[in-house]
């Protein structure tokens, strides 16, 4: 018999939790590993539990601005990040994407939905509605193409301060997250990072990781 598929909940409104939680159990290849609320100690739960995939609600990624993705991401890496109950907005989802998600579910999903996601990102695939295929694969080709292969020898030329920011960006870090790592204020950090971006040709902060590892200045 094949091992069950460990699933971790994390949701702020607790009748979800629940209902998630009771749709799964009924299932035989499921294995719910935990369920809770967006709290602290979460990330390391997840961690220290085997989870293979984890479900978040959609009120809790945009509490903690989609810090909690690669925080995890750090802790566990092998845990696949499912996002329910989303908007279809391409930005939310192309943030949710940048951040590390690899499934995405809309409001209007079904219980089987669910279960076919969960079902296909542990089996290593990923999901997203139909809709937002295309301004996915418009953003690829768009980073992918942005950059003049005529500058790819060139230095990026970052202030010793920019410089700084790559590595701290690279963990996921909020700006007010950097500010304070820093010492610095929050508008401060906004100011440095939108002067790298222009200085870099880059459209937003996960270009800039790409562009700066890509020429050997982070690694």
């Given at each position: 018999?094949?091992?069950?598929?460990?699933?971790?909940?994390?949701?702020?409104?607790?009748?979800?939790?629940?209902?998630?939680?009771?749709?799964?159990?009924?299932?035989g290849d499921f294995d719910v590993c935990g369920v809770s609320p967006c709290v602290p100690e979460v990330t390391s739960s997840i961690a220290t539990l085997g989870t293979d995939v984890l479900i978040l609600d959609s009120i809790t990624v945009q509490l903690s601005?989609?810090?909690?993705?690669?925080?995890?991401?750090?802790?566990?890496?092998?845990?696949?990040?499912?996002?329910?109950?989303?908007?279809?907005?391409?930005?939310?989802?192309?943030?949710?994407?940048?951040?590390?998600?690899?499934?995405?579910?809309?409001?209007?999903?079904?219980?089987?939905?669910?279960?076919?996601?969960?079902?296909?990102?542990?089996?290593?695939?990923?999901?997203?509605?139909?809709?937002?295929?295309?301004?996915?694969?418009?953003?690829?080709?768009?980073?992918?193409?942005?950059?003049?292969?005529?500058?790819?020898?060139?230095?990026?030329?970052?202030?010793?301060?920019?410089?700084?920011?790559?590595?701290?960006?690279?963990?996921?870090?909020t700006n007010k997250e950097i500010a304070s790592h820093l010492n610095l204020s929050e508008q401060t950090v906004k100011n440095h990072i939108h002067?790298?971006?222009?200085?870099?040709?880059?459209?937003?902060?996960?270009?800039?990781?790409?562009?700066?590892?890509?020429?050997?200045?982070?690694?």
């Open positions: 018999m094949s091992a069950k598929i460990s699933v971790f909940l994390v949701a702020g409104n607790r009748l979800l939790r629940e209902a998630l939680a009771r749709l799964l159990s009924k299932r601005d989609y810090a909690l993705i690669p925080e995890i991401a750090k802790q566990a890496p092998n845990v696949k990040v499912i996002l329910i109950d989303m908007e279809d907005d391409p930005e939310v989802f192309l943030e949710c994407v940048r951040a590390g998600a690899v499934g995405y579910l809309l409001k209007d999903a079904s219980s089987a939905d669910v279960i076919s996601a969960v079902r296909s990102v542990a089996q290593g695939q990923a999901i997203c509605p139909s809709q937002l295929s295309m301004p996915l694969f418009r953003t690829v080709a768009r980073q992918w193409t942005s950059v003049p292969s005529s500058q790819i020898k060139l230095e990026l030329g970052l202030t010793r301060r920019q410089q700084q920011l790559v590595p701290l960006i690279a963990q996921g870090l002067r790298m971006l222009r200085r870099v040709g880059a459209s937003d902060r996960l270009q800039v990781i790409d562009l700066t590892r890509y020429r050997g200045v982070f690694r």
